[in-house]
DNA sequence: GAGTGGTCTAGACCACTGT
DNA sequence: CAGTGGTCTAGACCACTCC
């Protein structure tokens, strides 16, 4: 006589097919069994089989194709993005002639990809600061702010970390160089730091504030995610040398894809 | 004669409580209508309506509650852990008195919670070094480790950020001081650099890896997390003054009650 | 055209919560 | 006890993919 396994139907059906995926059984990028076959494997129905589906998709071990199948998901390589030296890299990068700079952009010094490869979409505004935002800068909320949008997309290297960015300066300070608001110039050539430094601004350092939460409907379309991945959220302030913000920016990354790390340096014990 | 919406019923339902609740019609910890209430004012049936809150809370945005209904998530304040500080602050502390240390804790330096809110699970174990750690640790798979197991829960408080955490030290190394194999010393008082001062290891560097997914099961059962809820990854390798690695760990956290803060301080730019 | 996952219905029973 | 969300069924039609 078994013991019998109290959990609703859907949940062993799920832990059913978790071990067959764990196990090997099914590798990545294989297909399921379609549902009506799982349906009659388990003994249940087809609603259920769904259920149980859902419950791992969720977890980010299947995708589902419509007309196609259900597939076991291929773990993708994580990209790493060392901000301990990125920032200083991209700090010494802007006081380089174009020349010198060449075509070597910040995305590459994290994927290692062409720039060809990739699409970037850009647009300027200048709108009211919104009282999250001017907390930040220390301003009165509606201050006038130019906010810049920029996304990565590709559709061809999955691996590669695509993401959406909001930044924020004060429209008093880049209001002193026509050319910052020519939103022909998009992406700013040289990088932030280097236009920033036309109108005499130096950043001194930057605080990193990072969070994760479930992707939105608009991320998911975006960003190339499946149901149930997570973003990252980079919340990247910059202080300039007189202590003031000089930017304030959000990016948001797909979590499977993106890898933040940064090294503390610790002061020796007295001998 | 109005447009039609050729979006699937259970979206169009999820999208309009969606707006319920961003405009405040529905506020924070408000009980939404019954299903059944809701079929009825949408004009669909029951499974749809049970589709579309099965969207919304994967956003995270609602929570279900068996026999109670279905309320508007309050939302968490987040935890902040500043690392460019708080390593520092676990090293200097690590050369105090137990006096001098008093009942200060690394957990209340994040929170300001008091020790007795808090209930600690830990345990020791000795295993062989699986590929991935061995790698980090430079060493060859199977090397004899210690590895700790922790996790941090509580019922009450529920904006703690609890966490589960696996660290690894390499056995050869720890096994010179008994004490640090002894289980009933959990956690290690005065922390793991205080500890590994006793065998004569300090830490001259650490690296934290972060990255997020989504919750497992056993994770949303830990962490009191909700369905559909992100964890943030940690993983930290501590090096000593010889530049091994003396101490690789992997933390979970609640990514909506957790974020992770890093400064990094520039050079100037020559005058 | 056959097979797949996506959507949807109408109904049923259950365990849990509150009174 | 009545009301709630959780589970489950049997069946239907659809849009999509692939042959």
Redesign the interface.
């Known amino acids: 006589m078994t013991t019998h396994d109290y959990r609703p139907q859907h949940i062993q059906v799920a832990a059913g097919l978790r071990e067959r995926i764990a196990s090997g059984d099914l590798g990545p990028g294989e297909k399921l069994p379609s549902e009506p076959e799982l349906a009659a494997a388990y003994g249940v129905s087809r609603t259920t089989v769904r259920h149980a589906i ?1 419950v791992i998709r ?3 071990l299947i995708r589902t194709e419509k007309g196609r199948g259900t597939f076991v998901r291929i773990p993708r390589h ?1 990209v ?1 993005r060392d ?2 030296t990125r ?2 890299w991209e ?1 010494d990068r802007a ?1 380089l002639t174009p020349l010198e700079r060449g075509e070597t952009g910040a995305t590459e010094h994290d994927t290692g990809l062409e720039m060809g490869d990739l699409l970037f979409t850009a647009g300027y505004e200048m709108t009211a600061a919104p009282g999250d935002v001017a907390e930040r800068f220390g301003i009165p909320e509606g201050t006038p702010m130019l906010r810049r949008t920029y996304a990565t997309s590709v559709r061809e290297a999955k691996d590669v970390p695509l993401n959406i960015v909001t930044s924020w300066l004060r429209y008093d300070l880049v209001a002193a160089n026509p050319d910052l608001l020519d939103s022909g110039n998009e992406p700013w050539p040289g990088g932030t730091m280097h236009q920033l430094r036309t109108v005499g601004i ?13 992707a ?2 608009d991320e998911k379309h975006l960003l190339d995610l499946d ?6 959220v980079l919340r990247k302030t910059s202080i300039d ?1 007189a202590g003031d913000v000089a930017e304030y920016s959000e990016v948001i990354l797909p ?2 894809r ?12 007295p001998a």
């Open positions: 859902d969720g977890e980010g994580p790493r901000h301990t920032y200083q700090k006081l130096e950043i001194d350092k930057i605080t990193d504030e990072l969070t994760g939460r479930p939105s409907d149901d149930g991945e997570s973003v990252l040398t979590g499977d993106t890898v933040f790390a940064y090294t503390t340096q610790l002061q020796r014990w």
